[in-house]
């Protein structure tokens, strides 16, 4: 049984690093000094363990690959050119920032009490489950704090197929609940999606890019209430529009416990 705990610490130990960093630039843990210490504890206690043999950082699903079409990847290096801006300074931070994707949600977690769930969860992000670059869910996420909106650029793969040729609507509304929940998480800390509500409104054909637009219409209390349009790269064709709410949760009920 311990030899088994420790095993499992040890395959835990080498995301600490994705974890904590990635943890602590969420608003919520970052600005929450009682979520950022017990992260900090709880983490720090096992990256000084003398079980530290690893040096492994995660794939980050969101940087290009040999997948990534022309248009994918001109809407990247668009935003990506916003993220830091030339001063005569020198460069500094733009307002936009690259969020980072690894397949394991859990990661984001602060440990603590949840450690022994997270070291030995099997679960792996849905959108980011597939090794096969370019099958299923190529996407990046640019968010803009300032301005309370996110944008992500979206590649969809041939097994997202619905209708022939075109992308399942199921797909589409994944994505919108993805990069909806991601703002509204950024923003408001763990959150999850109580409503979503789509009208789709022109087909996405497979193997095109599209960029989902998202953006803060107002929190009322525990409810942040979040909009969401899908439009060609140029904006010219809307494809889909939603708006969703989120209710902010304690990260019990984020667990299920
Ligand atoms: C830290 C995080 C980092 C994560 C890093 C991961 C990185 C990768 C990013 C990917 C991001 C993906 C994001 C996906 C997120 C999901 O997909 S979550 C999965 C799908 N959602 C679920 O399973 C949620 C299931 N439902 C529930 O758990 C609960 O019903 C809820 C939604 C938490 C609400 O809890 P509740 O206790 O019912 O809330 P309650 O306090 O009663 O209600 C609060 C208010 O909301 C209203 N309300 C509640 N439900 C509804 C509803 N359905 N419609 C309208 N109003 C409602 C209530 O009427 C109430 O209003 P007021 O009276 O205050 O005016």
């Known amino acids: 049984m311990i030899r088994r705990c420790l095993q499992a610490v040890r395959r835990f130990i080498p995301h600490y690093h994705a974890l ?18 017990s992260a900090h504890r709880s983490a720090r206690g096992l990256s000084k363990m003398s079980l530290w043999p690893f040096s492994v950082s995660p794939r980050d699903f969101s940087q290009p690959n040999t997948s990534w079409n022309a248009e994918m990847q001109e809407v990247y290096d668009h935003y990506n050119a916003l993220c830091e801006v030339k001063t005569e300074e020198g460069e500094k931070k733009g307002p936009w920032r ?25 679960a792996r992000l849905f959108t980011r489950n597939i090794k096969e670059h370019g099958a299923t869910f190529e996407y990046v996420v640019f968010m803009n704090k300032q301005e309370k909106r996110c944008v992500c650029a979206f590649q969809a793969g041939h097994l997202l197929e619905g209708p ?25 800390g763990p959150i999850m999606t109580a409503n979503l509500n789509i009208n789709y409104r022109s087909p996405i054909p497979l193997g095109s890019v599209v960029v ?10 525990k409810k942040i209430f979040v909009t969401c349009r899908v439009t060609s790269t140029d904006e010219s064709k809307l494809h889909t529009e939603a708006t969703a709410l989120f209710i902010s949760v304690n990260m019990g009920h984020l667990f299920g416990t």
């Open 212 to 221: 989902l637009h998202s953006a803060l219409d107002r929190t009322e209390g």
């Open 98 to 122: 690259k969020l980072p994707s690894y397949n394991r949600s859990l990661k984001y977690a602060t440990g603590g009490v949840y450690l022994s769930k997270i070291i030995q969860s099997k």
């Open 164 to 188: 022939p040729g075109h992308v399942h609507g199921g797909a589409i509304a994944t994505m919108i609940d993805t990069v909806t929940g991601t703002l509204a998480g950024y923003l408001a």
């Open 20 to 37: 904590f960093q990635d943890a602590v630039s969420q608003r919520g843990l970052a600005e929450s000094p009682e979520l950022w210490c």
